[in-house]
Each structure stands twice: as C-alpha cells, then as structure tokens.
C-alpha cells in the first residue's frame, strides 16, 4: 500500500519495541525517515542499527516524562531530518496500582504528548 509518504519525517516515540516500534518499521517501509527514542540507550542502538537497514533512522535516548528532554529531542530530530512532517507518542506509563503511578501516566501519557506535539509544532 502506498500511502504517500516517501520522503516524509516521523518521530515516533517508545520506539524500540512494541507497538512504538512497530509505527516505525511501517513509516519507514512507506519511504519515511524516522527518529526513534526511548529511555534505554542500549535498546535505542540496536533498534537504530536493525531498522536502519530499512532506511534513515536517527535516535536518542529520552525520558519523556522529562519535558526538557523530550523537547531537546524533538528540537535535534528535526534537525537531523531536516524538518517534521509526523510525530507518533507511542508512549506509555506502566500502571502498577498505587497513586504514583497515576501521577506517571497523566505525565507520560498525557503531558509528554501534549509537550512533543506543541515541540514539534513549532518545527
């Protein structure tokens, strides 16, 4: 399927596995550059060597619940692709079933997005 997206520039966060990683293999398989993050910079070399097979794929490592952090990803990731055309959150908080851990859902799921759309936005 062709969906028009040859040349285009995607971040997608959470990307090194799952269902983060998976958006990724489709927007590149789709003609997409992409940049990839996630918190552990091991995973985020090896999911950049393996997709990178299927075209241009920058990453770092980012927490995104650290919104500077995420920002200064988003702001190098369009440098380094030349601009945004698509930003994927594909993040998630782990809910283990204390209050904390409500905390870190609204700030991973809901305030990360709302931070790296507004980021990318200003791209």
Do not use: F
Request: charged share 20%; glycine share 14%; with cysteine.
């Amino acid at each position: 399927m062709d969906l028009g997206l040859t040349g285009k520039r995607a971040l997608v966060t959470g990307s090194t596995r799952g269902v983060g990683r998976a958006i990724a293999e489709q927007l590149l398989g789709e003609g997409a550059s992409v940049a990839i993050c996630s918190r552990d910079p091991d995973n985020v070399a090896r999911a950049v060597a393996e997709l990178g097979r299927g075209g241009t794929v920058v990453g770092s490592a980012v927490d995104v619940g650290d919104i500077d952090a995420l920002t200064a990803w988003v702001d190098d990731s369009a440098t380094h692709l030349g601009g945004i055309d698509i930003y994927v959150h594909a993040t998630t908080a782990t809910l283990r079933g204390d209050d904390s851990d409500w905390t870190a859902n609204v700030d991973i799921d809901l305030l990360a997005l709302v931070h790296g759309v507004t980021a990318a936005a200003e791209r």
